[in-house]
C-alpha cells in the first residue's frame, strides 16, 4: 500500500488491502476534484475581480452554455462515482455475501455495554453442554477463516475491527453472518462503533489472534475440564 495510507492500522486481514484499494480510490477522485475545483475558484476570483469600470452581470444559466458549468462536473462526478462503485462492488460480494468454507463459528451478543463471545465447543454445536462463553474476548487462529454470527439483546451495535477492516452492524432481532481471516498473530481492538447508550465509549472487546499451536493450547485449556 501506498506511504501515505500507512495512517490506517495495520492490515491484519486477508481482505483488508482490496478494501485499502478501495479507499485510496476515493481518496485520488476526492483530492483531484478538490484541487481542480478550488483551483478553478481561484483562477476565476483573480481573473474577474473588481475593477473600476466593469459591472457584475447577473446569470440566470439558461443558456446551455451557462448550465455547462454544472452539467459538465455532473456527469464526471456521475462516471467517478461509478468507477469507485465498479471497483468497490466486487470487493463488497467478497467481503459481505459470500461465506468461505469454515468449521469456526462463534456467536457474539451484543448488549449495553458488553461482548458475549459464545463457542460452541468441541461438538461444533451451539445449545449443548460443552458451549463456553467469554465476555470481551474473541480468541481466533491465524490464517483460518472464521464466521461469526452477530446477535444484540437489546438495540443497534456494531462490531468495528479497524485492523481487519471489519464493520458490520448488530440489528435486535437477526443474527447476522459474517466472516474474516486474519493473518497475523496479536492482541487488537474490538470497539462497538454504533452509538448505543451512556456506556457505549466503553463497550469494547479484544480480538486475539494466536499461531496455531498457541490457539490449540487455549482451546485444550478452556475445555479441559469436558
Ligand atoms: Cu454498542
Not at 459538465?72 to 468497490?88: K, N, Q, T
Amino acid at each position: 500500500m501506498l506511504n501515505w495510507m500507512r495512517w490506517l492500522p495495520e492490515n491484519v486481514s486477508t481482505y483488508g488491502g482490496e478494501i485499502d484499494a478501495v479507499i485510496a480510490l476515493i481518496y485520488y477522485v476526492t483530492l483531484a476534484w478538490f484541487f481542480l475545483t478550488l483551483g478553478v475558484f481561484g483562477f476565476f476570483l483573480i481573473r474577474y475581480r473588481r475593477r473600476d469600470g466593469r459591472r457584475a452581470t447577473y446569470v440566470a444559466g439558461e443558456r446551455l452554455r451557462e448550465a455547462a458549468w454544472i452539467l459538465v462536473p455532473v456527469a464526471v462526478v456521475l462516471v467517478l462515482d461509478f468507477w469507485i462503485d465498479l471497483r468497490g462492488g466486487p470487493v463488497w460480494a467478497k467481503v459481505k455475501t459470500t461465506m468461505p468454507p469454515t468449521e469456526l463459528t462463534i456467536q457474539v451478543t451484543a448488549k449495553q455495554f458488553n461482548w458475549e463471545i459464545l463457542y460452541p465447543g468441541p461438538d461444533g454445536k451451539f445449545g449443548t453442554e460443552d458451549d463456553r462463553q467469554f465476555d470481551n474476548e474473541l480468541h481466533v487462529p491465524v490464517g483460518k477463516p472464521v464466521r461469526l454470527v452477530l446477535k444484540s439483546k437489546d438495540v443497534i451495535h456494531s462490531l468495528f475491527s479497524p485492523n481487519l477492516r471489519f464493520k458490520q452492524d448488530i440489528v435486535p432481532g437477526r443474527a447476522i453472518p459474517a466472516w474474516f481471516e486474519a493473518t497475523k498473530p496479536g492482541k487488537y481492538e474490538l470497539p462497538c462503533a454504533e452509538l448505543c447508550g451512556f456506556g457505549h465509549s466503553g463497550m469494547k472487546a479484544w480480538l486475539y489472534v494466536h499461531s496455531p499451536e498457541e490457539y490449540q493450547k487455549w482451546v485444550n485449556e478452556q475445555w479441559a475440564s469436558s
